[in-house]
């Protein structure tokens, strides 16, 4: 009779154990994290922590001598999933992420494939910044923003660029041009 039941609580924790699913962060994007990459990885460990993937360091260089370097993670088949800029510090980590995959989603479901309503509907707004042809959405107390093109916006707002553009004024439907993450 002790072994039916020690078979019984034995299976009964195989079956649990099966059905507690990891959560899987190969795609998460977080104040803190981008997949796979944190805030205080080292630009130079890259290759250890994508080391299923490809990763492709291109450096240009200006008249001046500065370097300014991207690097670019690709999945194994091509797909470019993320572009990096390390900063300059003496051990670099990284400054900035360029989600360029739609698999990548924040921690509220927002990915490049996401409109400015969802942006609204899910994050508070810090401020809104207006450039030459795009306009800048950063959130409250996040390291992470977002870039819509102008050319999402009425027309009568689109070519000047010293307009302050408020939310009200962009429509729902605006597409994400860019989704970053900036880490200082």
Do not use: H
Not at 74 to 91: F, H, Q, R, V, W
């Amino acid at each position: 009779m002790k072994s039916i039941k020690t078979i019984l609580i034995l299976f009964s924790i195989i079956i649990i154990a099966q059905c507690t699913k990891e959560d899987d962060k190969t795609f998460k994007i977080s104040t803190d994290a981008v997949g796979k990459l944190d805030k205080t990885s080292l630009a130079r460990d890259l290759d250890l922590i994508y080391e299923n993937d490809s990763v492709v360091r291109d450096t240009i260089q200006s008249n001046f001598g500065n370097g300014s370097s991207k690097i670019k993670i690709y999945e194994k088949g091509g797909a470019l999933l993320l572009t990096l800029t390390p900063n300059t510090d003496s051990i670099p980590t990284i400054q900035n992420v360029l989600i360029n995959d739609k698999r990548f989603k924040t921690d509220k479901g927002i990915s490049i494939e996401s409109t400015f309503k969802d942006i609204q509907e899910k994050y508070e707004i810090k401020k809104i910044i207006t450039s030459i042809n795009n306009v800048i959405i950063l959130l409250k107390d996040s390291d992470i923003y977002f870039t819509i093109d102008k050319a999402q916006l009425p027309e009568n707002l689109r070519y000047q660029a010293n307009t302050n553009i408020e939310a009200v004024q962009i429509p729902d439907a605006a597409k994400i041009k860019y989704l970053m993450v900036g880490w200082d």
